[in-house]
């Protein structure tokens, strides 16, 4: 079945540093891929999405890369700051469809 | 506007009760969604209710009951529950087809079966 591979599940990174990451999807006709946010205890909000007419798309410190071919994406977080830190989850689907399929989650922490 | 609201935000269940997870949204969003949150797992898919009117199983709809109420509510009923469906569960919604819009989640609820 479809699935979505995210990589790592947990990533520290010192404040000020870049973070990046991976996801791999399994069906070729996805073609949205959005990017949430989850802090703890909350609700997930999605920080930047792309779809696959376009391979990259930027937000200040944030941006996304989509590799078609490859079947990956990435999210790449620049100058992080301890606000950074929260679960971050991709997620693929397919236009006229109703379904994301998410990814496991990454748990991000930016070290003071 | 509240966004999406969803009521109780806990519950502690004994196996076999039963209880409905109200969802509500005021954006006028067309399609909503129940998922359920476990650790590890990500965010998966219980039912989806594409418009007023019609409703759709996802990945893990197998204990579950929805009832797609009016263009602004959509309920999660557990007819039996069992320990396995501790988790969180989250509603959303979308303005159009979920599949190439932003989903907006609600607050949750957490859900415990003993």
């Known amino acids: 079945g479809e699935n979505v591979e995210q990589h790592p599940s947990t990533l520290s990174v010192q404040e000020g540093d870049s973070a990046v990451i991976k996801c791999t999807y399994s069906d070729s006709a996805s073609n949205y891929f959005p990017w949430y946010k989850q802090e703890l205890g909350k609700r997930p909000q999605l920080i930047i999405d792309i779809r696959s007419n376009v391979g990259e798309k930027k937000d200040q410190r944030i941006a996304v890369t989509l590799n078609k071919t490859a079947k990956h994406f990435s999210l790449h977080i620049t100058e992080t700051q301890p606000e950074d830190s929260a679960v971050y989850f991709c997620a693929a689907s397919t236009r006229g469809t109703y379904k994301y399929i998410f990814g496991t989650g990454t748990r991000l922490k930016v070290l003071a | 506007n509240a966004g999406v609201t969803q009521t109780p935000k806990f519950q502690v269940l004994k196996t076999g009760q039963s209880m409905t997870l109200q969802c509500a949204q005021d954006m006028n969003h067309n399609s909503m969604y129940w998922y359920r949150q476990d650790p590890g797992m990500g965010l998966r898919l219980i039912y989806y209710?594409?418009?007023?009117?019609?409703?759709d199983k996802g990945e893990v709809p197998n204990g579950y009951n929805v009832s797609r109420l009016n263009k602004r509510e959509f309920s999660l009923r557990l007819e039996s529950a069992a320990p396995s469906q501790t988790s969180v569960y989250f509603c959303?919604?979308?303005?159009?087809?979920?599949?190439?819009?932003?989903?907006?989640f609600g607050p949750g609820t957490r859900l415990t079966v003993l």
């Open positions: 959303a919604s979308s303005v159009g087809s979920g599949g190439w819009n932003e989903q907006f």
């Open positions: 209710s594409a418009s007023e009117g019609t409703t």
